[in-house]
């Protein structure tokens, strides 16, 4: 519920990427969609379309709104679904009430209404969703048309989530009559995402560990050191960083590694704030860890049979299953979404997966190769984009070695406990300017807190993450 351009659409695609992550087959339905697709040729959708005194827009708006619901409705009722988000304005109480008449006693409902007043936010929305000057007048007049009618939620015997100004970071909620694990799990998720400011932008990198001396025997689990290939990466690493951070404003940036000692190696000249999560390490093979998977075959031949007909729900004999690794990360995936700092994250296909919107059953078959940066940008509406760069390991800085002992960690590192609020750990980080040559010199990014980030992708106080798994 809303006027165009709070962020509804950029909720529902979040929300659906969640439900769907923790396992709850999740549907987006999307009215504009429908409605543009039944669009004939010579129709024309300009302001004066969305007037609530023109008829003929209203047949066709609720022409997409029925197809959108039968579609809806005929997914409920089938034997996959099980969340439906519904991404509408449905800004008058009638709509509403239609709405509720639908689902009342047959499924579960719940609206989430999405209020901003801030006038900086609402114009970064409506250049995210217009390129051109002439479309956001037109934008801008058919808001005008919604709030002609627009009748916020106060009916208090309807369920549903009030986010009130929400999308700046500073707003509050309104939570009404709700109850049971997924309104719950969903309450708790909108909150999240709002901390950072829907507005805002920073990006997240993904890397695997350098290959690890298990990688190079094709042996699973253990805490084995680097290979050779992996020092070497371990040392192209920063460089590889540094260069796809802009260089004009400072912004900080965060490593997060698991507690294996392949990842801590992988991160360790990197010259920024390290934070180290257990939830981050990998999956737990059980009996089964240190062993190949022709070894497996060979001495559990039924474990073998039964991980590969299902590799998501397959759970290792007193270890774990890839549905248990994303209960475990689903905490690293909360703190994520409330950080406004870049974040380098050691990569486990859960997380991947999360932010990708990759369908459970197909996690544990992502390609995750070695040696390569994967650099994940936020969109406007909530989807992510993706860009990969390999790292050449022929040309590692031997330099590296002496600057930051096998012990050390550039930066500082820090473990995760319960209790410990990764942002508590890095609020006490200065920014720096992140200068390549100076930051990879001998001895140089110890104590480094920051680099730089511009504001056009960024945004104020927006900063980055990487994850080193």
Same mark, same amino acid.
């Given at each position: ?28 339905? $999307? ?41 809806? #409705? ?22 509403? @009430? ?20 801030? !006038?900086? #936010? ?17 934008? +801008?007049?058919?808001? @005008?048309?919604?709030? *002609? ?73 253990? $805490? ?6 992996? *020092? ?17 404003? !400072? /912004? ?29 390490? *990998?999956? $737990? ?59 380098? #994250? ?48 022929? $040309?590692? !800085? *031997?330099?590296?070695?002496?600057? #930051?002992? &096998? ?31 100076? +930051? ?10 920051? /680099?730089?980030?511009?504001?056009? /992708?960024?945004? !104020?106080?927006? &900063? ?6």
């Amino acid at each position: 519920v809303g006027l165009p351009g709070r962020g509804k659409t950029f909720l529902c695609n979040k929300l659906c990427c969640y439900l769907n992550w923790l396992g709850h087959a999740t549907r987006h339905f $999307n009215v504009g969609a429908y409605r543009r697709c039944q669009r004939s040729n010579d129709e024309v959708q300009d302001a004066g379309f969305f007037d609530h005194a023109n008829e003929a827009g209203v047949e066709a708006r609720n022409r997409a709104l029925h197809a959108a619901l039968d579609d809806l #409705v005929a997914y409920l009722r089938s034997d996959s679904g099980q969340v439906a988000v519904f991404d509408a304005t449905n800004t008058t109480e009638s709509r509403r @009430a239609l709405l509720r008449s639908k689902f009342h006693g047959v499924w579960q409902y719940l609206f989430i209404e999405t209020i901003c007043s801030d !006038p900086l #936010v609402l114009e970064h929305n409506y250049r995210n969703k217009m390129k051109y000057r002439r479309a956001v007048t037109d934008f +801008l007049a058919r808001i @005008a048309k919604y709030e *002609e009618v627009y009748q916020p939620i106060v009916d208090r015997n309807l369920h549903y989530i009030k986010l009130i100004d929400m999308v700046t970071g500073r707003g509050h909620m309104d939570v009404n009559r709700i109850s049971g694990y997924l309104p719950g799990k969903t309450t708790f998720f909108l909150m999240q995402v709002c901390k950072a400011g829907i507005q805002s932008t920073r990006r997240i990198w993904l890397t695997r560990h350098g290959e690890s001396q298990y990688n190079q025997k094709a042996l699973i689990g253990g $805490n084995s050191s680097l290979s050779e290939r992996g *020092e070497r990466y371990s040392r192209c690493l920063p460089e590889a960083l540094i260069a796809r951070l802009p260089q004009d404003e !400072p /912004v900080s940036v965060a490593v997060w590694t698991s507690t294996l000692k392949r990842t801590i190696e992988t991160a360790r000249f990197l010259p920024f704030p390290k934070l180290r999560w257990k939830a981050l390490d *990998e999956i $737990n093979a059980g009996s089964c860890d240190g062993m190949t998977y022709e070894g497996i075959a060979e001495r559990y031949p039924h474990e073998y049979d039964a991980r590969k007909k299902d590799k998501l729900r397959y759970r290792y004999p007193a270890g774990e299953s890839y549905m248990d690794v994303i209960q475990r990360v689903e905490p690293v995936v909360i703190e994520l979404e409330r950080e406004r700092e870049c974040v380098v #994250v050691a990569v486990l296909r859960a997380v991947y997966g999360y932010f990708m919107n990759v369908p459970p059953e197909d996690i544990p078959r992502l390609d995750m190769p070695l040696h390569t940066l994967i650099e994940l940008t936020p969109m406007p509406d909530g989807t992510m984009s993706e860009a990969r760069f390999p790292v050449d390991i022929n $040309n590692a !800085p *031997e330099v590296m070695r002496g600057a #930051v002992g &096998a012990g050390s960690s550039g930066g500082g590192a820090v473990d995760h406990a319960p209790g410990l609020s990764p942002q508590s750990s890095l609020n006490s980080t200065a920014s720096c300017q992140h200068d390549a040559g100076r +930051l990879l010199g001998a001895g140089a990014g110890a104590g480094a807190a920051g /680099v730089a980030l511009s504001a056009q /992708v960024a945004g !104020p106080g927006a &900063a980055a993450v990487l994850a080193v798994v």
